[in-house]
């Protein structure tokens, strides 16, 4: 039971900090959907093959992520990884 509380307290945390960043930002990016063709990891440019779903949607684009690491990183900042 205490390590449940521990994660949950972890969980909380990350998402207190992650709210400070761009509370707006963070909560559309943090949507999810299928990727629908390969693309590359905004993050780190990496190879990501269609039908993954370790994705963000930003702006109604899906990006896929090769982490969950990468996919925080955009979701804290996603303006830092796209260019236009
Ligand atoms: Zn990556």
């Given at each position: 039971?205490?390590?449940i509380m521990?994660?949950?307290?972890?969980?909380?945390l990350?998402s207190?900090?992650?709210?400070k960043?761009?509370d707006?930002?963070?909560?559309?990016t943090?949507q999810t959907?299928?990727l629908k063709?390969?693309?590359?990891d905004?993050?780190?440019?990496m190879?990501?093959?269609a039908?993954n779903?370790?994705t963000?949607v930003?702006?109604?684009t899906?990006y896929?992520?090769?982490?969950?690491?990468c996919?925080?990183k955009?979701?804290?900042?996603?303006k830092k990884?796209?260019?236009?």
């Amino acid at each position: 039971m205490k390590k449940i509380m521990y994660m949950l307290g972890v969980v909380l945390l990350l998402s207190i900090s992650a709210t400070k960043a761009n509370d707006k930002v963070v909560s559309e990016t943090l949507q999810t959907d299928t990727l629908k063709k390969d693309d590359s990891d905004p993050v780190c440019k990496m190879k990501v093959k269609a039908g993954n779903t370790r994705t963000a949607v930003y702006e109604k684009t899906i990006y896929g992520f090769c982490s969950e690491s990468c996919r925080k990183k955009f979701a804290i900042e996603p303006k830092k990884y796209i260019k236009k």
